[in-house]
């Protein structure tokens, strides 16, 4: 199961942001990630609607609206 998983919705262009630094800072910690559509689910948009994207580590959120590099890889540490 991935530590990483990163809440999204389609069109949004922090979702995008974020999935860069996600990409290259997992890539380089060889850690895989999740991407989840929260429109695809009814509790995921209930509770996270307003704050996508939102990067998850080990079930925990790390990151709402932007992720750095430094936040996610400590957080990964």
Known sequence: MERVVVLTRP??????????VVERVCGEAG??????DIDADEALRARWNDDVPVVLVDGNPVARW???PERLGGALR
Do not use: I, K, N
Request: charged fraction near 20%.
């Open 11 to 20: 069109g949004c262009h922090l979702c995008d942001d974020a999935l860069a």
């Open 31 to 36: 850690e895989p990630y999740r991407v989840v």
């Open 66 to 68: 932007w992720v750095t």
